[in-house]
């Protein structure tokens, strides 16, 4: 039986600069462009810190908690025809 809400991906709602491929393609270039540019290991390891941060939390993080979300919403979505069926049949 479907509900009519189908399990998508979000990256499906991304433009193309914000697809997985793109945030680690940027990461990569970032970091590696910071090495190419200072030759320093200290100062490219400053640049990448707050890149790995955000690569992190959009590969990892944000997707599971749009999922999260999209899941709770679908299951208030099939929860609510119940509970008003519910209510007028207790008037």
């Excluded at 590696?32 to 707050?50: E, I, K, N, Q, Y």
Aim: proline content about 5%.
């Amino acid at each position: 039986m479907s509900s009519g809400l189908e399990r998508t991906s979000i990256w499906q709602y991304k433009p193309w600069w914000c697809q997985p491929w793109s945030i680690l393609l940027t990461g990569m270039l970032i970091i590696s462009g910071s090495w190419f540019w200072l030759h320093r290991v200290w100062l490219t390891g400053l640049v990448a810190m707050p890149v790995l941060v955000w690569m992190g939390f959009f590969l990892l993080i944000y997707p599971k908690l749009m999922n999260q979300m999209l899941a709770d919403a679908a299951e208030q979505v099939i929860q609510q025809p119940t509970e008003v069926k519910q209510a007028e049949q207790s008037e």
